[in-house]
């Protein structure tokens, strides 16, 4: 009798393990992807020492502002688990209309939805694409979190949310990076987010190449050092771009306060950061936008990107959005874009312009 019990209890333990295999995903370490570039347009090559613009937008998988999510609330007392269908199609022209006024050169997507019970399983890059299709001959697109099924009573279905990156000129490859994991059981692990860096390589004329980065970390986990190793990881990165003269950016949601803003959120929101923020291994090397000086300055309000979907908030309160950049590029003007953004997702459109490097000079 027990003999057949240990039987029944070891297949149930390994249909339940192959379960878990077949709906969750494994990414790769490091990964080539496909580069999409439409070739009924034009996408050119970049040229050394020209401007270029580009815009960093967590969109919110296109949700808004009008719920508080389970997730919102640090007690997971939020009382919506999605947006509606007509939010969703309303925010995804919005982005669009933002995106084609502002036209810059690179767009860097977070929480772009595929294939999620949330969102209607809708692929919100290529809808977003359909609008913006004359804009961006080339598109990367990586995801960082993928389940067939979570078993959690507030998803109880599919996730899927992407990195995206748009560019008007050519991408030549891309590729995913994966970066440290939150620590967890190994059975929570396989449902977890897993965050990497999207990495877009686009073409220069004098036969180089620019490293255009896009990524979204993790929020903090209490107890753990995982944003600390995501840093860590995504600084070694750059500092090898660096070192091999390679020009490079990268923007995204750090979830990450700059320098001495964590002292002017109220006690009741800080618990997703620390006081020390880890961000500093970046910006002791390299320049950001929004800077040190910008965020705490007397013009600070200009620079907030965050507007949490809390109803105690009652407008964008800390900044966690940022472009890094090489110090070989030259930053020209930038700007968070506030005046007609603040309900279209909980973040703030981040945007940069710069002057390449020029090439060198050839005896």
Known sequence: MKARLLVIVVLLTGLFIGFVYSVTWRPAAHEHLPVTCNPKLQAPSLVPGQALKVMTW?????????????????DGSGADE?????????????VA????????DIVLLQEVSDGAKNTDYADQ????????????????QAFDWKADFVPLPHIFGSVGTK?????RYHIERAERIQL??????????????????????????????????NTHL?????????????????????????????????????NLLPLGQYRRLPPEQRSRYQADSALHVLWDKYPMIPDNTEVGGIDRSKWLTHFPNDPSISGPDRTVDYLFYSPHLKRVDARVRREDTLLISDHLPVIGRFLLPAAPNRL
């Open 58 to 74: 967590n969109i919110q998988y296109l949700a808004g502002k009008r719920y508080v999510f389970w997730y919102d609330l640090d």
């Open 180 to 213: 440290p994991i939150q620590d967890s059981n190994l059975l929570a692990r396989q449902f977890q987010p897993k965050r990497a860096l999207l990495v877009s390589y686009l073409s220069l004329r004098d036969g180089g190449q620019m490293a255009v980065i």
């Open 218 to 254: 993790d929020r903090l986990a209490q107890g753990t050092d995982t944003q600390q190793r995501q840093v860590q990881a995504t600084s070694q990165l750059l500092d090898k771009f660096e070192s091999s003269g390679t020009p490079w950016l990268i923007g995204g949601d750090f």
């Open 163 to 167: 990195l995206a990156t748009l560019s």
């Open 82 to 94: 999605r947006p509606t269908p007509e939010d969703l199609a309303y925010n995804l022209d919005e």
């Open 97 to 104: 209309r933002v995106i084609r006024d502002e036209q810059p």
């Open 125 to 140: 890059l290529a809808l977003l694409q359909e609008r913006v299709t004359d804009l961006y001959p080339c598109s990367s």
